[in-house]
């Protein structure tokens, strides 16, 4: 397994952006797909977006973030990141990041097998 810790939340205003950042430990990042999950209060875990393992040349999004947020990687740093661009109040979360041992990734959270501990993301109105 390796270990996460996601940075970058915060509170930003309705059309601002962010960038969450995972940095992972371990050698093996690259062969991991990894995932970003998102859980607002009082409801349950959601796919947000995910990446491939290895190039990471594919990805693929919840469609409530399609054409706001991008996913990405940088092997040679073993971070992920998410881009989040024009927020919305809905958006307000605990972000997760997650690795999955596979080049493979799901949109499942329990495909999933290390977490990171979550940063908070709040969007205002």
């Known amino acids: 397994q390796v270990q996460l810790v996601e940075s970058g939340g915060g509170l930003v205003q309705t059309g601002g952006s962010l960038r969450l950042s995972c940095a992972a430990s371990?050698?093996?990042?690259?062969?991991?797909?990894m995932g970003w999950f998102r859980q607002a209060l009082g409801k349950e875990r959601e796919f947000v977006a995910a990446?491939?393992?290895?190039?990471?040349?594919?990805?693929y999004y919840a469609d409530s973030v399609k054409g706001r947020f991008t996913i990405s990687r940088d092997n040679a740093e073993n971070t992920v990141y998410l881009q989040m661009n024009r927020l919305k109040p809905e958006d307000t979360a605990v972000y997760y990041c997650a690795a999955r041992s596979s080049v493979v990734f799901t949109t499942s959270a329990h495909g999933y097998d290390s977490w990171g501990q979550g940063t908070q993301v709040t969007v205002s109105s």
């Open positions: 371990g050698r093996t990042f690259s062969t991991y797909a």
């Open positions: 990446i491939s393992g290895r190039s990471g040349s594919s990805t």
